[in-house]
């Protein structure tokens, strides 16, 4: 149980390109989704934590117009990253929760190449 | 804020080595401590956890103490084998908190 599917796994895209990271909770009902970046060999920094229906909080530093984040239902949370640019390549990371105390479930992550 | 400081990598060793990786935590409160695995190219995986001080979490022979006195949350394995081979983060939440702390992540490689 607890399975967080993300989508894609990988994409690769021409600078200015826009993508969209999906995380789908596939057998419970996630009201809290979390979203974060991983750079190569470091941790993982938190960038934003969506709740269904309402708008996502974002860390400091991140820029949420770059970085639109999207939780329209219990199951599902978008992120896209408008008009990406080389130094938005990166691996994303989503995570998913049934509520404020209950354990955060991973997915794979993506990893997204900007040329 | 809440912190989390994890011993540094890389680690390297050979099959059935004892493994040590130090964890320690800066938190007001009684906050939560995990461990999380990440094997190349891969999401994070809950690995063990404790809740509460003196709390041992234990899975897949891994096993984590929740120290308050000495704010620790060492992970140990006493006999590694190569499919143990990847990153391992130390993480908190923190008591009034529903965000995750990561440590800087330690990597390691068993060697057969």
């Known amino acids: 149980g607890a399975v967080v599917s993300q989508h894609p796994s990988r994409v690769i895209c021409k600078s200015g390109t826009s993508v969209k990271i999906e995380c789908r909770s596939l057998?419970?009902?996630?009201?809290?989704m979390f979203w974060y970046r991983q750079f190569p060999k470091q941790s993982l920094m938190l960038m934003a934590t969506?709740?269904?229906?309402?708008?996502?909080?974002?860390e400091q530093g991140v820029e949420k117009d770059k970085f639109l984040i999207n939780h329209a239902s219990l199951t599902l949370s978008t992120l896209t990253v408008t008009s990406a640019h080389p130094e938005d390549s990166s691996f994303y990371i989503c995570?998913?929760?049934?509520?404020?105390?209950?354990?955060?479930?991973f997915g794979d992550g993506t990893r997204l190449s900007i040329l | 804020g809440d912190s989390v400081t994890q011993m540094e990598g890389p680690v390297t060793l050979s099959e059935e080595a004892f493994l040590t990786i130090n964890c320690t935590y800066t938190a007001t409160g009684y906050p939560s401590l995990f461990w999380y695995v990440q094997y190349p190219g891969e999401g994070l995986q809950l690995l063990l956890k404790a809740t509460k001080a003196d709390d041992k979490g234990s899975n897949k022979g891994f096993e984590a103490t929740y120290r308050k006195e000495t704010t620790s949350f060492h992970l140990e394995k006493g006999s590694v084998q190569v499919s143990d081979s990847a990153v391992y983060f130390c993480a908190l939440r923190g008591s009034n908190d529903y965000k995750l702390s990561f440590g800087a992540g330690t990597t390691v490689t068993v060697r057969a």
């Open positions: 995570s998913a929760s049934t509520g404020d105390n209950q354990p955060q479930h």
């Open positions: 969506s709740n269904e229906g309402s708008k996502a909080t974002y």
């Open positions: 057998d419970f009902q996630a009201t809290t």
